[in-house]
RNA sequence: GUCAGCAUAGCUCAGCGGUAGAGCAAUCGUUUCAUAAGCGAUAGGUCACAGGUUCGAAUCCUGUUGCUGACACCA
């Protein structure tokens, strides 16, 4: 619609661990986009916060004998600093315990009570003695606790209030019908459509407080709590200062959002058919990516493989990371993390390639004491502003790729260094112009080294230090 | 258990009815401007398995095996 304003934004990450390679993904993949879409002119807002409310959040600090809020901070902390260790252009940051947004989801709350989506009535609820713990049915084996198999399941109620989800199942179903690209890529679609066409049932969205302290305190009761979903999905709209900045909202919103597969659910059929409630426009479009596996296996503590992205870039920088992220995991689909593969694509792609051509070239620039003036700026073509569009970084990387491979062997058959200062100029200067419309597409992928490169290819041409200096 | 998707060279994937493709890794050759980089060539696959449809199947259909996801209160 809008097409001076960009609006996109990734999952608030739930801060009960430290941060993940899976979300480090998400945010680079956003971070891309939102870069893309700056470069086009837009002016662009690219969310990012933490969600910090909820029960496994409460147990944990009262584990380690911390505030929850102190304790939620030494992990907001951590979020924070992924923004630096990836180069993230973010521009806005919320918490959800901060008190605009705890008002917003107040606010948000109100509207969809006034609106007769919100109600009481009991809840069950299935509770493990062993493990001290309320557990789901999916998490049951056959009526019994798997831990705890001896023991009971107890069963109690207690009234909550439920959000009136049931409502929004035809309105849902017609807004995936009007929009087939409202969820990329297609499959998902498919996969929502299918679960919100066999039937939607009303979910509770509160805590009785004297059990579960550590939430939004619902308006106007003061013996409930917020359910963690419902806070932390106003958080899409919160960032962008909802309700209070009108202007900025109504300009950013709707925006895109980005989540992993596992959250389809919530951001695709939950957090639409809250916004219809609130009386709110749906977001623009919901990209979902996959997951990755640590050199073939499910990362988990306990087979001790779980990537952690500051170690990464630590060891490799932050345009390695980004460009591996972005090139070897297919965007909607599962990939897979390998140090191996990692320093494969460093040496090939990153230093023979990309980091040598700029060498090569900026090198015979500055022998001949080139200048140049020419003001090239970004410029992208048609198919790779449809496939931005679809999110396919990784094919998008690889016709970036293909005209560097093509740059070098351009030189490999002209060999300038064999020809006499006048018969090469006008060819150096060529590539040169080349190199810094390379720079200009590789912008949003690898923004540092894009910078270097399109500084080098311009003005009085010097030799640049190796971009990448290869690895072993 | 039910439903859906996937299974192609060592690795990551493209092809989706007409004699198996790319990149990386490997091997060999070649150039020297460059980060011992570049360029070229070679090798590497009964296209998961078994049936069927067709003049012809990696490509369509059925079954088997394996993996992934969904089947609602885990963010």
């Known amino acids: 619609m809008d097409k001076k304003y960009f609006y996109i934004t990734t999952t608030a990450p739930y801060v009960n661990a430290d941060p993940h390679i899976g979300f480090a993904l998400e945010i680079v993949q956003a971070d891309v986009v939102a870069r893309f879409n700056g470069l086009t002119g837009k002016k662009v807002a690219f969310g990012f916060g933490t969600?910090?409310?909820?029960?496994?959040?409460?147990?944990?600090?009262?584990?380690?004998?911390?505030?929850?809020?102190?304790?939620?901070?030494?992990?907001?902390?951590?979020?924070?600093d992924l923004k630096k260790a990836l180069n993230l252009n973010t521009t806005h940051f919320?918490?959800?315990?901060?008190?605009?947004?705890?008002?917003?989801?107040?606010?948000?709350?109100?509207?969809?009570?006034?609106?007769?989506?919100?109600?009481?009535?009991?809840?069950?609820?299935?509770?493990?003695?062993?493990?001290?713990?309320?557990?789901?049915?999916?998490?049951?084996?056959?009526?019994?606790?798997?831990?705890?198999?001896n023991l009971e399941i107890e069963n109690y109620q207690e009234e909550n209030y439920f959000f009136r989800f049931s409502k929004y199942q035809k309105k849902l179903l017609e807004l995936y019908e009007k929009n087939q690209d409202f969820v990329v890529p297609k499959n998902r679609l498919l996969e929502i459509k299918t679960?919100?066409?066999?039937?939607?049932?009303?979910?509770?969205?509160?805590?009785?407080?004297?059990?579960?302290?550590?939430?939004?305190?619902?308006?106007?009761?003061?013996?409930?709590?917020?359910?963690?979903?419902?806070?932390?999905?106003?958080?899409?709209?919160?960032?962008?200062?909802?309700?209070?900045?009108?202007?900025?909202?109504?300009?950013?919103?709707?925006?895109?959002?980005?989540?992993?597969k596992d959250n389809l659910r919530q951001q695709t059929a939950i957090w639409q058919a809250m916004l219809m409630s609130a009386g709110l426009p749906n977001s623009k479009q919901i990209f979902i990516h996959g997951f990755i596996t640590s050199d073939g296996k499910k990362m988990s503590k306990s087979l001790g493989n779980v990537i952690n992205p500051f170690d990464l870039v630590k060891k490799y920088g932050t345009d390695p990371v980004r460009y591996y992220l972005l090139k070897e995991i297919p965007a909607a689909d599962d990939g897979d993390f390998s140090y191996s593969r990692m320093e494969e694509i460093y040496n090939s792609d990153l230093a023979n390639e990309l980091g040598n051509l700029a060498s090569r070239l900026t090198n015979l620039?500055?022998?001949?004491?080139?200048?140049?003036?020419?003001?090239?700026?970004?410029?992208?073509?048609?198919?790779?502003?449809?496939?931005?569009?679809?999110?396919?970084?990784?094919?998008?990387?690889?016709?970036?790729?293909?005209?560097?491979k093509k740059l070098n062997k351009k030189i490999d058959d002209f060999a300038p260094w064999n020809k006499k200062f006048e018969e090469r100029k006008d060819f150096l200067l060529e590539c040169i112009d080349t190199l810094k419309l390379i720079g200009w597409q590789l912008h949003p992928f690898l923004p540092e080294t894009a910078e270097k490169i399109i500084s080098a290819s311009q003005g009085k041409i010097k030799k640049v230090q190796p971009l990448f200096p290869r690895l072993k």
């Open 51 to 80: 969600d910090e409310h909820g029960l496994k959040i409460y147990r944990k600090a009262l584990e380690a004998k911390k505030d929850p809020l102190k304790y939620c901070d030494e992990f907001a902390k951590k979020f924070d």
């Open 365 to 404: 620039g500055e022998k001949d004491g080139l200048t140049i003036d020419n003001k090239t700026t970004s410029k992208f073509n048609n198919t790779i502003i449809n496939q931005f569009n679809y999110f396919q970084f990784n094919l998008i990387l690889e016709s970036i790729w293909l005209e560097i």
């Open 94 to 149: 919320i918490r959800t315990t901060d008190p605009a947004h705890i008002s917003a989801a107040q606010e948000f709350w109100n509207r969809c009570f006034k609106n007769g989506d919100i109600y009481k009535k009991n809840y069950q609820i299935k509770y493990c003695v062993g493990c001290e713990l309320e557990k789901t049915d999916s998490e049951l084996e056959n009526g019994r606790c798997p831990v705890h198999p």
């Open 195 to 260: 679960f919100v066409e066999k039937g939607l049932e009303d979910f509770s969205i509160s805590r009785l407080k004297e059990k579960m302290p550590w939430g939004v305190d619902v308006p106007g009761d003061p013996d409930h709590v917020m359910y963690v979903w419902f806070d932390a999905l106003v958080f899409y709209i919160s960032t962008l200062g909802w309700p209070k900045k009108e202007k900025e909202f109504s300009e950013f919103w709707p925006g895109v959002q980005v989540a992993g």
